[in-house]
């Protein structure tokens, strides 16, 4: 049911790629420094599969219409053509993005019951929204591969890791907090970016952010789940002391290069969607990992010590989460101003020599 569900979500997040990615100047300054992806420009419409299909430009936005009229479609393919164009507003609105999700709902339901409890799927709704609100199907998709990678590994071995005492409670389903913990920083991004904080010169950065949080995620999750299952040795981080498996702050080389092995795959499927650079997508496969040992060191000189019974994991994820993004966003600005102080120091320079 997941592989289905990804391969359905995957090709229409293919049909509504943008083809090309533009950087926005950075402060007036710096073309080409900066990019939000484009405008999708061309949506292909499933309800005509013979009539041809007429495309009109207007303003940024490529309509398709179907050339043959509705009154000849019967209802059915009527109301799968409503449904599409919904589905397909570009760009997205509250409309798309609530009916998209609850479809998704509906459709998915049998896969989401798996990994998450029916209050966590009321959190995933909310998650879902405001992400295809901010950037659209294609950042939607990252959030489904997210949560197919995330609930498998984390049912690799599920048996053995309760017998020894060390897998995530309820076999696995994750509740609200949790996916609260795992999106907050992913929220904050898409929020910005729907409320036009910093203007447009930050609405790529935020972007990127959203898709470095759920990369750091991501690759924690699978890194920790894997190490639990097939960890040969586990270190403690600060010390390299031998400790048992699931101990907090534990590494183990298996779990390790697993994490590292996630992230690559889903930076790279960021940078096809168009979520990112190439550039920006090394960067939130090192941010991730920076991120990540932060967290191990956390887990181990922190959390469930006296006086900090409040660092649970939820707290932990938000932390490692929140410090992933902020690593990308930090990263590629301070190599945006790079760029624009370089830029202008050359432009002063010419005109100096000029005169």
Known sequence: MGARLWGHWYRFAQVCKPRE?????LCGCVEGASHRPSTRSAVVNPCDLGPTIRRTNRASTTKIQ??????????????????????QQDPPTWTSSVASNALFLVVGFPALR???????MASAFFLGTVTWRAFGAQAFLLLVVYFILGTGVTKVKIKQKEKEGIAEKRSGKRGPSSVWGSGAAG????IAAIIGLGGSDFSYLWQLGFAASFATKLSDTV????????????????????VPRGTEGAVSLEGTLAGLSASLLFCALAYNLSQVTARDALICIIGSQVANLIESYAGATLQDKKGFEWLNNDVVNVLNISFGAALAIAA?????????FTRNSAKASVTWWIY
């Open 66 to 87: 179907c050339s043959a009229t509705m009154g000849t479609q019967g209802l059915p393919t009527i109301l799968i053509h409503g449904i599409m164009e919904v589905l």
């Open 114 to 120: 798996v990994g998450l409890t029916i209050p966590a």
């Open 223 to 242: 890194s920790s789940e894997i190490g639990k299952a097939y960890g040969t040795t586990t270190y403690l981080v600060t010390t390299l002391e031998v």
């Open 187 to 190: 929220i904050a991004c898409a």
């Open 21 to 25: 990615m533009q950087r926005p100047a």
């Open 332 to 340: 590629s600005y301070s190599i945006l101003l790079r760029a624009s």
